[in-house]
RNA sequence: GGACAGGUGGCAGAGUGGUCGAUUGCGGCAGAUUGCUAAUCUGUUGACGGGGGUUUUUCCCCGUCCGAGGGUUCGAAUCCCUCCCUGUCCGCCA
């Protein structure tokens, strides 16, 4: 959410702004409920303070005055609730509008509509040629009985897996490697929930929107959450941290439900599209600096790139273009892991800047040294998704022979396994 | 799930229809006192919104906020309803 101040002063750049994001937002509108809203406040509270003073008085007042100023009081008060009425029922539009209004994008954010147009920044590590041809995970899988996903799909439907053996074992050995990775960098490990109530979703952004994206218990009123970063951002909120506590580095590895709504038909094979995976999530609360916040931003990409690094999975980052930046976002690096079965890069990481937009919704501030409240600024980013990340894993580690080698980093998670071959 | 008791300012804790935004204590901040510290004394001390003023800071006026939302009333922290949360006991349960 933005400041309704900011909007009207810099209502032009916002309009730019939404354009390149591909957002279609009414702020014309926007304006004449600001407007609308305003005008009411001062019409209600006007009148509210004369009842006030009116009511006070009566004990001052002969019983026949007193009568007919409560006769008059009476009459106010029928004014008042009207215009009260009309007040809330401006607000509901006005605050329903302002939750759909985007955050401004970068300067540095692409022009495009959508991912076809993110912009590569850099590429790192060799594509690996192969002298035999490759299998992809999901024959490998089959093949080497760690993955089962006719089984996955029997007990829940399409977009169902299980993983057995050595393939239950590498999807948690790479999820503790990228989990303790943070935690050696000095990230808070967190647990969290993972039903969370709606101010968590509407919070950080993903509500109102992304509704059918995500499974919603409506008995109960709780979302299963699409990534940790939902209930780990929204921890915090409604506080007034100290500046000194900033800033908040937090890591939490959870599991994560997304519908796919939308989605049919695409990436239907193996791994790739999934309702359930785990992720380790890294979540950064800190000052309100857009310097220091980008900083932050370059950092979060570079420590989940050492992961990939560690792994030895070739990569490239790219610059998210407008049209393909959700509406909190002000940027976004996206990783893209080498997939030999795709013939191309896939989406593995998403690090995310959003200044205070998600704060100023979860209401989560800090004094500054000038005893001043200020909105906190929010980021974060993918540290490695799982079984995802195993597409590349399984399909770059594999032999000739069928089996697979394990990466040396994951070998102290995988109780010193070290070639996956067929029982 | 059932029964009971509660939810008041950073914390503790008064207040049961009318100068109550709220007694008091603790904490915080400022000052006094004292070689320093501690102790003591004095003062001060919330959030959000609207308007004015300044437009960096300070300031002034008004409104809202006693878990949330609704209701009764000229007037609600106080009465009524719904929901949420906490505690205790019972039931169920990984």
Excluded at 9 to 25: C, I, Q, S
Excluded at 44 to 67: H, N, T, Y
Excluded at 113 to 141: C, M, Q, S, T
Excluded at 398 to 411: A, N, T
Aim: a negative charge.
């Amino acid at each position: 959410m933005l400041d309704i101040n900011v909007i009207r002063d810099n209502l032009e750049a916002l309009r730019a702004g939404a354009a390149k994001k591909h957002v279609e937002v009414d702020l014309d509108r926007l304006m004449e409920l600001d407007d609308e809203r305003r005008r009411l406040i001062r019409l209600v509270e006007d009148a509210v303070a004369d009842q006030r003073r009116r009511s006070k008085a009566l004990g001052k007042l002969s019983d026949e005055e007193r009568q007919k100023e409560v006769a008059s009081l009476g009459e106010l008060k029928e004014v008042i609730k009207r215009d009260e009425e009309s007040l809330a029922s401006v607000m509901v539009d006005f605050d329903a509008l302002m939750l759909r209004v985007p955050n401004f994008p970068a300067e540095e954010v692409p022009e495009g509509k959508d991912d076809a147009e993110n912009v590569e920044l850099y590429k790192v590590g060799e594509i690996p040629k192969a002298d035999f041809d490759r299998r992809d995970h999901v024959e490998l899988g089959a093949h080497l009985e760690i993955l089962d996903i006719e089984r996955g799909v029997k007990l829940s439907g399409a977009r169902f897996y299980v993983l057995k053996g050595a393939g239950a074992l590498l999807h948690r050995a790479v999820l503790e490697f990228a989990y303790q990775h943070m935690i050696k960098k000095g990230f808070l490990p967190m647990e969290v929930p993972l039903l969370v109530r709606d101010p968590a979703m509407v919070g950080t952004a993903y509500y109102p929107g992304g509704e059918d994206q995500a499974y919603r218990m409506e008995r109960d009123q709780l979302s299963l959450v699409g990534t940790a970063e939902v209930p780990v951002t929204a921890y915090r909120g409604g506080e007034i941290l100290d500046e000194a506590e900033l800033p908040i580095r937090m890591v939490a590895r959870s599991p994560c439900f997304r519908r796919e709504a939308g989605a049919a038909g695409k990436d239907t094979r193996g791994l790739y599209r999934i309702h359930q995976f785990e992720k380790v999530e890294q979540v950064v609360l800190m000052k309100n600096d857009e310097e220091a916040s980008y900083e932050e931003h370059q950092s979060i990409l570079r420590n989940s790139e050492e992961v990939l690094q560690a792994l030895e999975l070739p990569y490239r980052v790219v610059n998210v273009c407008g049209g393909d930046l959700g509406v909190p976002h002000v940027q976004k690096y996206d990783i893209e892991t080498w997939m030999p079965s795709r013939g191309n890069y896939g989406e593995t990481h998403s690090a995310s800047r959003f200044h205070d937009f998600q704060a100023r919704r979860l209401n989560i501030r800090y004094r500054d040294e000038s005893k001043k409240k200020r909105f906190c600024h929010t980021l974060n980013n993918t540290v490695v998704a799982s079984p995802r990340i195993l597409i590349p894993l399984l399909e770059l580690y594999q032999q000739k022979d069928g089996s697979v080698v394990v990466p040396d980093v994951l070998r102290p998670f995988m109780m010193g396994l070290e070639v996956i071959r067929p029982s």
